[in-house]
């Protein structure tokens, strides 16, 4: 799979620490900032990944924060995003089977590392099962354009 990855200054050696784990487990993975831990705006990072996948130029997406929290907000204001924030693999893998969120978010001030790769992996494993799960996607979706 292609995925994007974004995130904030809070968690940038969390970023290149997964973005290692993600070409490990033999996904692409393209960087969209930031890389430096000088003070930055979530939004910013959380619009670029989500736009990455909006389009389809990435299939999935991650995105680290302080908590997850901020960035996920912003990137579920681009039309077709479903980013979950996800602390425990339980969540990650369910997130994908019954919300089919394109976005996998967490905090790098929330897990430890080890935690945070399980996720990640946890999330990337999973299938989309559909059926009644479609439908309620497709009723989120009628949300977003009722807007
Ligand atoms: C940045 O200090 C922090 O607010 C941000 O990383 C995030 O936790 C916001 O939700």
């Given at each position: ?24 487990l033999?996904?692409?993975?393209t ?101 009644k ?15």
């Open positions: 799979m292609k995925i994007a990855i974004g995130n904030d200054h809070a968690a940038v050696a969390m970023k290149f620490d997964i973005m290692e784990y993600i070409r490990s033999n996904h692409e993975v960087d969209y900032g930031t890389d430096t831990e000088e003070s930055c705006d979530y939004p910013e990072y959380g619009e670029k990944v989500a736009r990455a996948v909006a389009s389809g130029e990435a299939d999935c997406g991650v995105l680290i924060c302080g908590t997850g929290v901020g960035i996920s907000i912003a990137a579920n204001k681009i039309k077709g995003i479903r980013a979950a924030v996800c602390s425990d693999c339980a969540t990650a893998r369910l997130v994908r089977e019954h919300n089919n969120a394109n976005i996998l978010a967490f905090g790098a001030r929330i897990v430890g590392g080890e935690l945070a790769r399980d996720i990640v992996k946890a999330y990337l494993d999973a299938e989309f099962l559909g059926g799960h479609q439908r309620r996607i497709d009723m989120i979706r009628e949300l977003e354009e009722k807007e």
